[in-house]
């Protein structure tokens, strides 16, 4: 139901029922997940804490902060990204000094430094990358690829749709395999 359009310099959404900002649509996803959470839970939540990238900056985290009131929800707090993982991975009150936590998703890395005494996280400083994630790596394997194919052969692979798709599930297989593995076959 939603089609990004850009209108004088600003991201509107089309929707069937008329145009939307960001942060409208942002509330309406919360909102549908508000909604799967009372059916799971059989209750209204109290409050929640909504994870954004580190490399939002203030603007971009009251807009999402905003986007949570808009859909009825209580926020308690905003986490970066890398703060919530090493929260999830079970970094706790066990564990005390300063801590490197980085988040390479596919299309950006984040990175957290926090320090942790008397079981209480202090955010150090946070970080991010918007063009280095794991779609950049295959983008990169991808080009190294056509240039040494067309050096081989002499042929340019990349005006090719198709050969491009193919080139590009084994760039992400070899990538997937080059996480466990020192060498692989492409």
Do not use: C
């Not at 310099?9 to 942060?23: H, Y």
């Not at 994630?133 to 190294?144: H, K, P, Q, S, V």
């Amino acid at each position: 139901p939603y089609k990004f359009v850009a209108k004088t310099g600003n991201i509107q959404i089309n929707t069937r029922s008329g145009i939307k900002d960001p942060v409208q649509v942002s509330a309406d996803i919360l909102q549908y997940l508000r909604t799967v959470a009372v059916e799971a839970m059989g209750e209204e939540p109290t409050g929640v804490v909504i994870t954004v990238p580190a490399y939002f900056d203030d603007a971009q985290r009251q807009a999402t902060k905003h986007a949570g009131e808009l859909a009825g929800l209580n926020v308690l707090r905003l986490l970066n990204e890398p703060t919530a993982a090493a929260i999830a991975y079970g970094l706790d009150s066990k564990n005390e000094g300063t801590f490197l936590i980085y988040d390479l998703g596919g299309g950006t890395l984040d990175v957290s430094i926090l320090r942790l005494a008397k079981g209480v996280f202090e955010v150090l400083s946070v970080s991010g990358d918007t063009s280095l994630g794991g779609d950049d790596f295959d983008n990169a394997i991808i080009n190294w690829m056509i240039e040494d194919f067309k050096s081989e052969s002499g042929v340019d692979l990349s005006q090719d749709t198709m050969a491009l798709q193919r080139l590009k599930e084994e760039a992400e297989k070899a990538k997937i395999e080059l996480s466990s593995s020192s060498q692989t076959d492409i």
